[in-house]
């Protein structure tokens, strides 16, 4: 499989916008999206040409791709998931993106970013229901429990999970710090989604 393996900074420059690839250093002055937000590339600080509206569902789509970690063909199989689901594809597709199994671990506070999420599930640290689930794109039910194995748990970023002040998650997940123990309460709705995305684009893209 393909493998991103340059700085993931360029990514938000190319972007615009904070995808949230490095955890908590995104909130802070060093990330590149405050000193430097032009594009990447020799040519990135040259006046902008105007965006095509191919081009703008495509960056949409690359937006969104890059946010969860995911190849071309796996986002593109995601997508053709949410469009045999009944309602509505785009609020459907961001729906199947935020039940990945590393983005609930993100979300849940488990991780600092998706990627390490996504490493720690690999690395089969991760327990669903009490079972080792080490697919970061497994999708995860209501009602199902992730925890962290036993052995596993005095990470730093879990120690500090633990012993700092409670984390506030979605309303669609439920967390126990002290137990490192999240539920998936309900399925998670468009307005839960705080990463900046214009879904309909992205339909529009596929639907060329």
Known sequence: MARYTDSVCRLCRREGVKLFLKGDRCYGPKCAMNRRPNPPGQHGQARQRKVSEYGMQLR???????????????????????????????????????????????????????????????????????????????SVAVGEVITVKERSRDMEHLKALREGPARIVPKWLSLDAEQLTGTIAALPQRDDIDLSLEEQLIVEYYSR
């Open 60 to 138: 949409e789509k690359q937006k969104a791709r890059r946010a969860y970690g995911m190849t071309e063909k796996q986002f593109a199989r995601t997508f053709d998931r949410a469009t045999r689901i009944k309602g509505v594809t785009g609020e459907n597709l961001l729906m199947l993106l935020e039940r990945r199994l590393d983005n609930v671990i993100y979300r849940l506070g488990l991780a600092p970013s998706r990627p390490m999420a996504r490493q720690m599930v690999n690395h089969g640290h991760i327990r669903i229901n009490g079972q080792k689930v080490d697919i970061a794109s497994y």
